[in-house]
């Protein structure tokens, strides 16, 4: 099934890198930290020797002060103490429009524990999105400043689930570990689920999907309206893993949603109590063509 209505709340933005490259020191109770960032052109890399046992890293860079900001203190996902899976992009929401991106990028800080490469991208004068080049390591802590707004949060196991339409298979992996596998059924003719990796955005015990949110009435051949459970939201255009207990005799063997990947009632729980905002899902071998311009398509 797919439904298009979003819910955006508790999805306003965090964002960051460091414009300095430079490390935000922990309190002196904390756990000894390993400065994270991009690096910097011109500025020396923010990897520090181990710190020894109880200490905390130091770098030149580490008291400079960030540059003021053009912007007013910004709305940032994910929150203060979340913990969030291996995908989830820094995100932040900005109050009033901002066309001077350069400035507004090196007023923005994020430091984490492992080192990560990554860039900015901004999805409107609103908004500008900060993600590695790779999946975050798992276990990271990551703390983000800007414009006078500061979080820090959490990445948590990397449970990473791969649907196979060769194989008709949901791989579910857990830090690099096999620990669950799925029998699916992706997208049919003329609705053939994208290929690429998506970010769990949205997860809900029971909801409505209605067809007429992306213009085809509940009425129609192609028609529906029904209550779903264990729905975790793949992209904002509708596509979910759910339980849908009527196809189980599909599952595994051919493709018959309009673009979600269709579980057991079984399945889809554990996957809901397992999985967390911010987890990938990776689709690959469709005939849908490539997952982009959603919203939600950062890796794409």
């Known amino acids: 099934m797919r439904v298009t209505r979003y819910r955006r709340t508790g999805l306003i933005a965090l964002a960051a890198i460091a414009a300095t490259g430079a490390v935000v020191a922990g309190p002196a109770a904390a756990a000894p930290l390993w400065p994270g960032g991009p690096d910097i052109p011109g500025v020396p890399s923010a990897v520090m020797p181990q710190p020894a046992p109880g200490s905390l890293p130091t770098d030149p860079n580490a008291k400079a002060p960030i540059p003021p900001a053009n912007f007013a203190a910004p709305n940032i996902t994910p929150g203060d103490g979340d913990t969030v899976g291996v995908a989830m992009p820094v995100i932040i929401n900005f109050k009033d429009p901002v066309s001077d991106h350069a400035t507004a990028e090196k007023a923005i800080r994020i430091t984490s524990t492992n080192k990560v490469d990554g860039h900015f991208y901004w999805l409107s004068d609103k908004q500008v999105r900060w993600r590695p080049e790779q999946f975050w390591p798992a276990g990271t802590d990551v703390t983000v400043s800007a414009g006078g707004t500061d979080v820090a ?75 779903v459970e264990y729905a975790s ?39 809901f109590e397992n999985a967390k905002k911010g987890d990938p899902v990776i689709v690959k071998n469709t005939n849908g063509g490539t997952f982009t311009g959603d919203g939600w398509s950062d890796w794409n």
């Open 233 to 271: 939201r793949m992209a904002n255009n509708g596509i979910f893993l759910h339980a849908a207990p009527w196809s189980v005799a599909q599952q595994g063997v051919s493709d018959t949603s309009h673009g979600c990947l269709n579980v057991s009632t079984e399945n889809a729980k554990w996957y």
């Open 153 to 227: 949060y959490h990445i948590g196991d990397a449970l990473v689930a791969t649907a196979d339409d060769a194989t008709e298979t949901i791989t579910v992996t857990r830090n690099g570990d096999v620990v669950k596998t799925m029998p699916t059924s992706m997208g049919k003719a003329g609705h053939e689920t994208p290929n690429g990796t998506y970010i769990i955005s949205e997860m809900n015990r029971k909801m409505i999907m209605d067809s007429a949110t992306y213009g085809v009435p509940s009425t129609a051949a192609e028609g529906y309206r029904l209550e």
